[in-house]
């Protein structure tokens, strides 16, 4: 006989759970068309997940996604469909080489002293190391992924990706490289994305100051500008072509500050005639509107910065000084030459890198970029014409303003920990060559002296390939074929752009497909307070701290409970620690239900009729599962998670089982019927439950499912019983039969009755296992409480030979009234009489039974009355007649 423990430890079930399951093989798909006997029209259900980053930080952000997806990966893997969760890891360009830059420098040394070749040894090693408690630390968080298809951004087959994607771009012309415009981050050394930059508003100053006309005249524009540093980089000035003031000036030549150097006026409807003074200096080279302002006036562009942020030989005498002392020392100089005019405090928007915070300068450098307009028009062609769907939907605007304003992405970071650009140039005759394969000679004039261009991708660019690099592409493998396009992109909104529209739109240009069907975005988590969480706050939480303080279960059912697609969670200790009580809270159910069945040992002689408790749980049950079902169709997580554990915790816990222990004490054929709705009722919410949880039901599942088989009396040879509840089948919809409605209804009032004999003990301080007298009264209700009273007795504490139930007959004046619809319950609280307490409750409860009648006199004054079934309207005046006797006896009740 199987006897489970008290409690339920989680260290001594996790670690041994999830290795029987990879043992198994239960994470790999079934129908796998690299085996014989696949069939290749049996639809897959496959995510590849968001690889997270070996920079080794883990946050709360990986057991949501981790948990959400496994939520669903597990769902369809129940339902029998061939199920496969991709897992791998990301080599996260930048954020992975800061991390073993900080190392190399805590050991007095740096990447440009070890040299580039040492240096990636040394990005491996960190890869080894961290990538691999990562998936460590997946697996501990319960992710049933497929381990034997665990992949690496940076490995050989995704390398292949890459360069084959590049070079077809390439060959498309939607790659070029130029001369732009691009962010620079002087402190990374780097070009970063217009996704890499945050703008903070921040206080800064407007400097005003003139611009003298070159002819000697002492006339002069008045400008603004709130970066005096870039004015050496000037080489123009303009105004708006209707702007009177500035007319006469258009067409004529100014001065550079300090410099000298003569520029022109030009006229540009870009300029807004109100900011500022209406005069705008223009600085092709360090800021983009300028620069295009500058290409419509063929303006020079003139360069004056280094690339770690110091002005060069072009800023004149200020050459090697860094951009903010820079912009000091010329405002002085301007302001001894008699060319400033006044500051101002001014709100400007700071450009700052979002990697590290510092000021991100704009600047013209030889980058690589990919040509995204015609690539985003068909990503939004795809989200428009639905092939494509966001949970929340809401995401589906956003994603396509998005694609509509997009701009060129420049795709070459001045990094060494990433994919190399496949591009050589050639010593000898400049030839540049875009490559595959390593290129051993010049195309052109077969020279062997190439070089390859030094720059690596930026990391977006690989992850972009991802949900068909995993599979070989491009090569056409039996996994490309079968598992792709994948079924659902599911991760942070706050990388919709970053990855999920590169996927869609490298997925389109690739391989002619959108690569999954389904984007459901997650919110972010914050503290308890709904703060970010960050280093700087001290309010990050560390997962493991709480999956080794309350378990797995615990952390996975607090993230997703509750939560909804799309919407940031406060997440707290205490929400894990009353979750851990939950996961204890199903151990004690089961602990019940397996006592129970174990007990039963005879056969059962005929078939007893079901009770009121166990039509009731039983039609609840099929209540939450169909609920479920509609719910996670829907991605509906949270509120299904919650669903099955209101009904374990308090339909199940509270109500059936407490009914059920008069049922279980019967014995005979009541007592095995009564186990075999407990053991059924629980296997099934197990499954629903699973997903969630799946530790703590797998642990309890093994439990129930050898008292359940070991006992002929609740076994059924017929059902089918999986080895484990990771491969049981999952509940689908059960059809109502038409009996549900009215059991829910009747059981419901009973516990409306125990609910506020409850609420009186509470109210009164009467202990609630002291058992009391009641006479209940009910004109309508009578036989049905009859023959279930002893559900009254039992649930709410009545006296098993003290209680009359009787459809009219007045009880003594000393007993206290409560009124349950038309039923009206007479509680003996002699020696706990409180008359101020009684006094308080019945004014409240005859304003209830008044607001009552009050709404059903107005309804049979309506055109209800006269509409409405001769039956319907005269049950509602049964009620009201109820209610009206009810308040009479409050009323006299209240006078004594
Ligand atoms: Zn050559």
Known sequence: MTELPKAYDFKEHEERIYQIWEEKGYFQPTNDPNLPGHDADIEPFVIVIPPPNVTGALHLGHPLFVTTE??????????????????????????TQLQVENQLRAEGTSREELGREAFEKRMWQWKEEYGGQITAQLRRMGASCDWTR??????????????????????????????????????????????????????????????????????????????PETIPGDTGVAVHP????????????????????????????????????????????????????????????????????????????YNGKDRFKAREAIWVDMDAAGLVIKEQPYVTKVPRSQRGGEIIEPLVSTQWFVKMDAMAARAAESVLNGEVKFVPERFTKVFLNWMENIEDWCISRQLWWGHRIPVWYCQDCHETIVSREDPKRCTRCDSTNLQQDPDVLDTWFSSGLWPFSVFGWPEKTPDLRYFYPTSVMETGYDIIFFWVARMIIAGLEFTEEVPFHTVYLHGMVRDEKGQKMSKTKHNVIDPLVLMNKYGTDALRLTLVVGSSPGADQNVGEKKVEANRNFANKVWNIGRFVINAVNKIDEPIVYDPKWTLADSWIWARMKQTVNSVNGLFENYQFGEAGRQVYEFLWNDFADWYLEASKRQLAQGGDRAAYTAIILSDVLGLMLRLLHPFTPFVTEALYGYL???????????????????????ARWPERIAEEGWEAEAIKNFELVQEIVRSIRNLRSEYKIEPNKPLSAVIVSKTRSEFLQQEKHLLYDLGGLKQDEVEIVDSNLP?????????????IYLDLADSGDSEVDRQRLEKELGEVESHIARLEKLL??????????????????????????AAKLRESLEK
């Open 150 to 227: 665990e992949r690496f951004t940076l490995d050989e087959g995704l390398s292949r990706a890459v360069r084959e994607a590049f070079v077809r771009l390439h060959e498309k012309g939607l790659v070029y490289q130029g001369p732009r415009m691009i962010n620079w981050s002087p402190g990374l050394q780097t070009a970063v994305s217009d996704l890499e930059v945050e703008y903070s508003e921040e206080q800064g100053t407007l400097y005003y100051f003139k611009y003298m006309l070159a002819d000697g005249s002492g006339d002069y524009l008045p400008v603004a500008t709130t970066r």
């Open 70 to 95: 496994d939520i669903m990966i597990r769902y369809h893997r129940m339902k029998g469909e061939p199920t496969l969760w991709v897992p791998g890891t990301d080599h996260a360009g930048i954020a």
């Open 861 to 886: 004054l309506s055109p209800f009355a006269q509409k409405a079934p001769e039956k319907v309207v005269e049950a509602e005046r049964e009620k009201l007649a109820g209610y009206q006797s009810s």
């Open 705 to 727: 499912k050898t008292a359940a088989v070991n006992n002929p009396v609740i076994f059924n040879p017929e059902t089918e019983v999986a080895e484990h509840l990771m491969v």
């Open 242 to 317: 209707d702007d009177e003031r500035y007319q006469k000036f258009i067409g004529k030549e100014v001065l550079v500050p300090i410099l000298g150097r003569k520029i022109p006026v030009v006229a540009d409807e870009y300029v807004t005639k109100e900011f500022g003074t209406g005069a705008l200096k223009i600085t092709p080279g360090h800021d983009p509107h300028d620069y295009e302002i500058g290409q419509r006036h063929s303006l020079e562009l003139i360069n004056i910065m280094n690339n770690n942020a110091t002005l060069n030989e072009n800023a004149g005498p």
């Open 812 to 824: 003594n004046g000393d007993m206290t009234p409560l009124v349950v619809e038309d039923v009206e």
